[in-house]
Nanobody
């Protein structure tokens, strides 16, 4: 069992930066991958980025890869999503998720992730 707690969302102006954090607790996290998703009202949950916790290999969606960065701190069991140059269309609830059954190349869909954080709202005003 893994518990995920997110923080760092908020209301910012267009062009600003935010860093979301996701801290894992429970089982040893070394065999897991952590993903970040977002969901705007009326849309499907969208994968933003995934990181393999032991190898550090990453995937970032093309839609955000020039602005968003995924990283981790093993000692703190914490993952980060650094978001730069935020746009109003980035407004959504952002979720972190974790799973240890698949490599990150297979972790593209929400239904592949077992554990989820509570979500944090990011609102970008124009």
């Amino acid at each position: 069992q893994v518990q995920l707690v997110e923080s760092g969302g908020g209301l910012v102006q267009s062009g600003a930066s935010l860093t979301l954090t996701c801290t894992a607790s429970g089982d040893s996290f070394s065999d897991y991958a952590m993903g970040w998703f977002r969901q705007a009202p009326g849309t499907e949950r969208e994968l933003i980025a995934v990181i393999d916790w032991s190898r550090g290999s990453k995937y970032v969606a093309d839609s955000v890869k020039d602005r968003f960065t995924i990283s981790k701190n093993n000692a703190l069991a914490t993952g980060y999503l650094q978001m730069n140059s935020l746009k109003p269309e980035d407004t959504a609830v952002y979720y972190c998720a974790a799973d240890n059954r698949y490599g990150i190349s297979l972790l593209r869909s929400p239904n592949r992730f077992t554990y989820w954080g509570q979500g944090t709202q990011v609102t970008v005003s124009s």
